[in-house]
């Protein structure tokens, strides 16, 4: 009887040690697997992340969230008040006269 007892004992080693196997196995591979997703879920949250910022960054360049453009001053013809006028020149006498219009001769003073 007593090799029926070792029988039995040794089985049960080679169980127990079966199981440890079995279990350290599932424990790696879970491991693998939870690394691997968590490189594949930072990879997603990047692009995610990168396609919102371009989303937003082309919204507010090109689409409908670009402000209206707002008119630049520039100088104006217009005289401010400050501005003295410019004299306009006197009519030269050499000049003709616009069509139409009579000329006027220059009167000289009579010599006495």
Do not use: C
């Amino acid at each position: 009887m007593a090799t029926g007892s070792k029988d039995r004992a040794s089985r049960a080693e080679r169980e127990r040690a079966r199981l440890y196997q079995a279990r350290q196995s599932f424990h790696e591979g879970q491991q693998r697997r939870r690394r691997r997703d968590d490189l594949i879920a930072g990879v997603a949250g990047g692009l995610l992340i990168a396609g919102i910022v371009a989303a937003q960054t082309a919204y507010f360049t090109v689409g409908p969230g670009v402000p209206a453009p707002v008119p630049s001053p520039s100088q104006t013809s217009v005289p401010s008040p400050t501005d003295e006028p410019t004299p306009s020149p006197a009519p030269d006498e050499t000049t003709p006269a616009p069509s139409g219009e009579p000329t006027a001769e220059p009167s000289e003073p009579a010599e006495q």
